[in-house]
């Protein structure tokens, strides 16, 4: 008996130094959990926007991690007052806030603690009462067949349980779909941890005949589908990318070529370059140099040779570093920029032009509305494509190099385009006679610049040395 009443003496002892080890409970903390919760929940609900924010909630953790009295004060608030109210809609933001929660050990001892009555106010609703104004309806026999019958399996047309949620509807069927979705998820994460919430799952799906979405065979379903989608574009790629390797690349780029190669000319007509100004000039004073010819009244030629000791008239310096220091530049540091603006003033399209117009308008049009989205076409495809071989991966960055080229030069002549203010050529009608004479002239012209390409590259492998040298040894 001694022993016993010692015993007892140092429990009681004990239970007191815990009871007065415990801290005491911050009241204005307290007052903010519980402000932020009904404020959260309760205030300024609308039905067509349940959600909370993500500051709400990080503002909400951050209290609630300091200490786990705050953890138990935040469940007694949603449990036992917002998930207890008579509007679906408050329930709903409530078990926001306890799916957060469920991250805190402490939150869900204290939940599995009392998990039927969580699944009572969350999925099968309380029973029809006549002095509650919830339930009034459901007791007087007017029950609202979508609270009590949707999202569940029947059996003989009748409702599994007679339960019903509070209004509004809409909020009603989001809270039962939400929580079989949380709870679906927590049975397979704590299941085995807390029996309480694995029996609540059985209870559900059993008693209750309610179907749970199963999230993880959906789940494993997408994916599936995704790969497949995957697989099927990836082999749609690899035929595009070989079609481009064998010859579309090609075909495509020769066709830009010549577009290129036409607007730059008919450009360049329109207002010349200072590089091809230079050209022309220094052209007519080198056949000056070479020989002078004068012709007389009788048709006699006498041609007058330039000495090179004349020293009464002064050669021009043809040396870029001499021009420089005649005009007063003595090294090489300086930028100069020369607009050609004040020579040619703002270019119109008048009569002596209108041909060269209206090639760069159906050029301009062709490379906007066909040449551009074909290399875009070309370069998604040779990005997205996968492959393994380094050789292919060596040669695909090769024709992406050639394709951004093309495209860069494309852009330049657009550019130019715009700031002579050519714009497309409008669209006009099949009976419009001029309209296709011009049209059928600028492609006479492609063609004819496409036919001078080729017989310079012919020329140019003709006097290449390599073949000079098969003829000599014919």
Known sequence: MQTGGNLSSLLNRKQKENNNSKKPINQKTKYEINTLLYNSCCKNVKETELFIEDETFQKFKQIVKQDEAFVEIAYNQLLHNIMNKNNSSYRYLGLLFINECMK?????????????????????????????KSTKSSANGRNNVFLKNRNSRLNNGAAAFVQILPPPERSAFQLRTKALEFIEQWNE????????????????????????????????????????????????????????????????????EVVIRETNCCLDQIVPTFDNLMKDV???EDNNEEEKTIVDENDEEWEEVVTENNEEEESMPTDLSAMMNDIGILTADYEITISLKDIFGD??????????FEICKENLREIKFSKLPV?????????????????????????????????????????????????????????????????????????????????????????SPQTKKKMKRK
């Open 104 to 132: 805190s050990k402490k939150f869900r001892q204290l939940l599995s603690n009392e998990f039927k009555l969580f699944i009572t106010l969350a999925v099968t609703g309380s029973e029809p009462n006549k002095t509650d």
């Open 189 to 256: 994460v704590y299941g085995n941890q807390y029996a309480s919430i694995k029996r609540g799952y059985e209870y559900i799906e059993k008693i209750c005949k309610l179907q749970f979405p199963n999230l993880r065979r959906q789940y494993t379903e997408r994916v599936e589908r995704a790969i497949q989608r995957q697989e099927h574009t990836q082999q749609l790629l690899l035929n595009k990318y070989k079609k481009l390797k064998e010859s579309e690349l090609e075909e495509q780029l020769i066709l830009i």
């Open 282 to 284: 220094i052209g007519k």
């Open 347 to 356: 270019t119109v399209e008048n009569v002596d032009n209108k041909v060269l």
């Open 375 to 463: 290399l875009k076409d070309f370069m998604s495809t040779l990005t997205k494509v996968e492959l393994n071989d380094p050789n292919e991966i060596k040669e695909r960055q090769l024709m992406l190099q050639r394709i951004i080229d093309y495209k860069n030069k494309l852009q330049e002549i657009v550019r130019k385009c715009e700031e002579l203010k050519i714009d497309i050529l409008p669209s006009f009608r099949k009976n419009d006679k001029s309209m296709e004479e011009i049209i059928e002239n600028a492609r006479k012209h492609e063609e004819e610049v496409a036919d001078e390409i080729i017989s310079k590259r012919k020329l140019k492998i003709q006097n």
